[in-house]
């Protein structure tokens, strides 16, 4: 049975953090919209901000969609699930944004993650998203799977951009700064890294 709770904190908040993987889903406004399902992994890469609020590292990739998506309704669910230990799924259904680098809260929200070097990893925003619905489930369902290691072949991939190379990898693929559905998506060109 579901459990709705108030605020993320104890145990439920150890769980989020413990994870090595979690799930981000949002979709356009538009019926016939492109729904996207997203697994973000690299741990360290998000953050409980309060009993209200998580946060997540947003890295270079193939696509903006929920970057697209968030900047048009906001809407995002994230779930994490438990591959290892007792069965446990979270859900946070809330509101979310994509904080930019030029956004006088990134330098503040970035120090909630201090074992990423996000210089390594083309680091294009912090999604920050406040919660309107906190909900956990058995997850009876969920195989038990090992968590080995994070891969490195993000960071090494990425650790040879710079501001203006990771702009010209960006303006080269179809669906950074417009969605699958037209959306307007990340704002190119990307403000610089802020120096920190």
Same mark, same amino acid.
Request: glycine share 8%.
């Given at each position: 049975?579901?459990?709705?709770?108030?605020?993320?904190?104890? $145990?439920?908040?150890?769980?989020?953090?413990?994870? @090595?993987?979690?799930?981000?889903?949002?979709?356009?406004? !538009?019926?016939?919209?492109? +729904?996207?399902?997203?697994?973000?992994?690299?741990? #360290? !890469?998000?953050?409980?901000?309060?009993?209200?609020?998580?946060? &997540?590292?947003?890295? =270079?990739? !193939? /696509?903006a969609?929920t970057v697209?998506h968030?900047?048009? /309704?906001?809407?995002?669910?994230?779930?994490? *699930?438990?591959?290892?230990?007792?069965? /446990? +799924?979270?859900?946070v259904?809330? $509101?979310?944004?994509?904080?930019?680098?030029?956004?006088?809260?990134?330098?503040?929200?970035?120090?909630?993650?201090?074992?990423?070097?996000?210089?390594?990893? #083309?680091?294009? %925003? +912090?999604?920050?998203?406040? =919660?309107?619905?906190?909900?956990?489930? *058995? #997850?009876?369902?969920? @195989?038990?799977?090992? &968590?080995?290691?994070?891969?490195?072949?993000?960071?090494?991939?990425?650790?040879?951009?710079?501001? =203006?190379?990771?702009?010209?990898?960006? %303006?080269?693929?179809?669906?950074?700064?417009? !969605? +699958?559905?037209?959306?307007?998506?990340? @704002?190119?060109?990307? @403000?610089?890294?802020?120096?920190?």
């Amino acid at each position: 049975m579901g459990k709705t709770h108030e605020r993320i904190d104890g $145990r439920l908040r150890t769980f989020i953090e413990e994870q @090595p993987l979690f799930f981000t889903a949002t979709a356009p406004l !538009s019926g016939d919209g492109t +729904i996207n399902l997203s697994p973000k992994g690299l741990r #360290g !890469s998000w953050a409980v901000l309060d009993g209200h609020t998580v946060a &997540y590292l947003d890295f =270079a990739g !193939s /696509n903006a969609e929920t970057v697209a998506h968030l900047r048009e /309704n906001g809407r995002i669910t994230l779930m994490w *699930c438990a591959f290892t230990g007792p069965p /446990n +799924i979270v859900r946070v259904h809330g $509101r979310g944004e994509p904080v930019f680098r030029d956004d006088p809260r990134f330098t503040t929200l970035a120090a909630h993650f201090p074992d990423i070097d996000t210089s390594q990893h #083309g680091l294009r %925003a +912090i999604i920050v998203v406040r =919660a309107e619905l906190i909900r956990d489930t *058995c #997850g009876y369902a969920v @195989p038990f799977m090992t &968590y080995d290691a994070d891969r490195d072949l993000h960071a090494k991939r990425f650790a040879r951009e710079d501001d =203006a190379s990771l702009d010209r990898y960006f %303006a080269g693929k179809d669906h950074v700064a417009t !969605s +699958i559905d037209g959306l307007p998506g990340l @704002p190119l060109p990307l @403000p610089p890294t802020p120096v920190a």
